[in-house]
């Protein structure tokens, strides 16, 4: 099945999809009037739509049926990461975490961060292609860079997740297997931190802000290998 994006599709009407899904519909898969493809709205819905305009800058189709709605229950997994100073790696997280599945990513800059800005609008490209390439209809929001410390401070009152988990390095401090602490079912936060980890004061701080500390495991990982651990436990967890 191939599955195309339009975040303004409706259940009853008609839609114009953007210039590159246009292209990819008339040109690289060469539909034609009369064709039908399935559409999704990045929120949780599919719809199986006609195409009744074949142009292959904006090509126009109307829904015929709605296929399937937004499922509002299942667990979803709020990554927090800091960018990597090569940004090819952290492109290649979104891909793989979205194909996997994540609900939300946050990019962070922590104490010690290499990078502290990446344009979020080549991310979300690439989270679109990872949501369709995956069958997924729910395209994850993706934050732009934030300092943690501000954002902890401002915002772990809103974090209405009933897990937070701080996955740092400190192996003096007690720490608890991410994999054993993640529960299916339930909203799932993840700090996961820069090459030089976190930062002492930054670890009080999430732990007075209700966060849990947790390991990934005996090994070294790199910054976009702990987050993809950490994506992949929470999927395997809840997939039980």
């Given at each position: 099945m191939q599955i195309f994006y339009s975040k303004d599709i409706t259940d009853n009407g008609f839609c114009t999809l953007d210039a590159e899904e246009s292209r990819h519909a008339v040109r690289v898969m060469r539909l034609r009037e009369g064709d039908k493809i399935n559409v999704t709205d990045g929120r949780g819905n599919l719809y199986s739509c006609n195409i009744i305009e074949a142009n292959d800058h904006a090509c126009v189709v109307?829904?015929?049926?709605?296929?399937?709605?937004?499922?509002?229950?299942?667990?979803?997994?709020h990554l927090a990461?800091?960018?990597?100073?090569?940004?090819?790696?952290?492109?290649?997280?979104?891909?793989?975490a979205v194909e996997i599945g994540v609900g939300k990513i946050t990019l962070l800059q922590c104490d010690h961060s290499e990078r502290s800005f990446l344009k979020t609008d080549r991310l979300e490209k690439l989270a679109i292609s990872a949501?369709?390439?995956?069958?997924?209809?729910?395209?994850?929001?993706?934050?732009?860079?934030?300092?943690?410390?501000?954002?902890?401070?401002?915002?772990?009152?809103?974090?209405?997740?009933?897990?937070?988990?701080?996955?740092?390095?400190?192996?003096?401090?007690?720490?608890?297997?991410?994999?054993?602490?993640?529960q299916p079912g339930l909203d799932t936060v993840v700090l996961i931190g820069p090459e030089g980890d976190f930062s002492e004061e930054e670890i009080a701080l999430a732990l007075e802000c209700g966060f849990q500390p947790v390991s990934l495991g005996p090994s070294r990982?790199?910054?976009?290998?702990a987050a993809l651990y950490a994506v992949t436990a929470f999927n395997l967890i809840n997939d039980r």
């Open positions: 109307e829904t015929a049926e709605q296929q399937s709605t937004a499922q509002t229950s299942n667990a979803t997994l990461v800091a960018p990597t100073k090569n940004p090819s790696r952290m492109e290649w997280l979104v891909e793989k949501m369709k390439q995956s069958l997924h209809t729910i395209l994850p929001e993706i934050q732009p860079a934030v300092n943690l410390s501000d954002w902890l401070r401002s915002s772990h009152s809103m974090l209405h997740s009933p897990l937070k988990f701080i996955a740092h390095c400190e192996a003096d401090k007690p720490r608890v297997p991410l994999a054993k602490a993640v990982l790199r910054t976009e290998t």
